[in-house]
């Protein structure tokens, strides 16, 4: 089933659920008709939460109007897209990445509120809020990550943790890792990102990453050992740990 409802003045929300049919195909194509009729573009939230699948009469339906889809599309400034499912993530930022001017903010089914405030232009980036500082004291940094690390949210990173340095004099960081939801590649393309997390190994003594995915934790201990501040890894739920560590 797809419903198609109205939720501010500049945009809609798509909510997909159930098994996707040829009927639901062509309610979703003359919404996509009467917007291009209309001349409105504005921002969509699609919500692939509750989506159980979908029929090849259904599929075959949207590629016989891909020409009036695609001029919806491009006339859309945000695209936000929710799901649970890692593959369906994964093609949405592939046919971003292959349709120049369209580009999706995509979104894991827990950071359904991030992607609605976006899409609702309450938030001005796509990410924002996934890295938050926390007050462990004077002496230690600690940042938490809840979310993924776009481009503009990594950059963010790097000015908030300098930001703390600077205003405690500490030289010991901890980042803490809630929920990781991955980052874009071009983040790692900034200049912005490289120079301060060059800038970053000329002022700490040591470090500690608590949680994230096992390779997360194995890159930072590897690259720990060819780095001047010291590096060490700690599971989810070791924040005490690694409090100790950087004060030891």
């Known amino acids: 089933m797809i419903d198609i409802e109205r939720i501010g003045p500049r945009a809609h929300q798509m909510l997909v659920y159930g098994q996707i049919t040829p009927d639901d195909t062509a309610k979703f194509v003359a919404f996509a008709q009467a917007q291009n009729e209309a001349g409105e573009g504005g921002n969509i939230l699609i919500d692939m939460v509750s989506m159980a699948g979908f029929s090849w009469s259904a599929v075959a339906e949207e590629l016989a109007h891909i020409p009036a889809l695609m001029q919806w599309l491009y ?30 903010a995509v979104y894991d089914a827990d950071e359904a509120g991030a992607a609605r405030a976006w899409v609702l232009e309450e938030s001005e980036r796509a990410h924002a809020g996934a890295v938050s500082a926390r007050d462990e004291g004077a002496d230690v940094v600690v940042i ?9 949210e990594s ?69 720990g050992a060819l780095v001047k501040p010291q590096v060490r890894s700690f599971d989810a739920g070791e924040e005490t740990a690694a409090l100790a560590w950087l004060r030891g």
């Open 75 to 104: 006339r859309l400034d945000r695209i936000a897209l929710v799901s649970d499912e890692e593959w369906i993530r994964t093609m949405a930022r592939l046919e971003s990445a292959l349709l120049p001017g369209v580009v999706y």
């Open 144 to 152: 938490e990550l809840t979310g993924r690390l776009d481009r503009a």
């Open 155 to 223: 950059e963010n990173a790097l000015d908030l943790v300098r930001a703390r340095l600077d205003i405690t004099g500490a030289r010991r960081l901890m980042v803490v890792v809630r929920k990781w939801h991955g980052f874009d590649p071009d983040a790692a393309l900034s200049t912005h990102v490289m120079q301060g997390k060059l800038e970053l190994l000329g002022r700490l003594d040591r470090y500690a990453l608590v949680g994230g995915p096992g390779w997360l934790r194995q890159m930072a201990d590897s690259f």
